[in-house]
């Protein structure tokens, strides 16, 4: 989701949890894409969100409050360029689309309302979507991976994995999944024309 389809700001997403909070531990938690400490225990299930705002809270100013901690963690979200969202549309109709995110409940909830402003509902758009939170394994482990194709049920060699980091990338691969890389800010649907077009997977 992050990185791909939905455009990501790190550093005002760090900012806003200093100036809305005088939370400044926010820079050794935060990553592009592998968070870290009680951030990558929010992703991996293994925090709920009220025990992330808690350990947060614990951090912050006095006066800071649980909506605090929500809304800046919106601030890592800009939103979904147009051409994706038409692009994910003609691509629902002649493929199975699932969505595999490492996320957590807070950031969900912000992404779900930016899809559907977008006009394209997460559930009307994926099959399904694998959350790290819910699965409670995180990109690039292989258990990740293996889980999704088990549960699709489809041969790996007939899915295509898409990620704007190499690392989960690479575990991709390694776990008999094809994948591709995406860097941010380039043209993901040429990406895409390309690579499913030296596969034949375009006719």
């Known amino acids: 989701m ?59 100013r006095p006066d800071a409050v649980a909506e605090d901690v929500d809304e800046a963690m919106s601030h890592i979200l800009v939103g979904i360029e147009p051409y994706k969202a038409e ?4 691509l629902s109709e002649k493929y199975e689309l699932y969505m595999l995110s490492n996320n957590n409940p807070i950031c ?20 399904k979507c694998y959350f790290s939170y819910e699965m409670k394994a995180l990109k690039p482990s292989e258990t990740f991976y293996r889980n999704v194709v088990s549960d699709i049920g489809l041969p790996a060699e007939q899915m295509l994995f898409i ?20 860097q941010p800010g380039t043209d993901l649907e040429a990406l895409l024309e390309d690579v499913l077009d030296r596969e034949g997977r375009m006719s």
């Open 87 to 90: 692009m994910l549309k003609r």
């Open 2 to 60: 992050g990185g791909v389809l939905v455009d990501l700001d790190i550093e005002d997403c760090k900012k806003a949890f200093k100036d809305r909070l005088g939370y400044y531990d926010i820079d050794e938690i935060i990553d592009a894409c592998h968070q870290k400490g009680i951030y990558g225990d929010l992703e991996e299930g293994i925090l709920s969100a009220d025990d992330f705002r808690s350990i947060v809270l614990a951090g912050s």
């Open 108 to 127: 969900v909830r912000y992404s779900r309302k930016m899809f559907e402003d977008a006009g394209i509902p997460l559930e009307n758009i994926f099959r």
């Open 163 to 182: 990620d704007d980091s190499m690392k989960n990338v690479e575990g991709s691969v390694a776990a008999g999944l094809p994948a591709v890389f995406y």
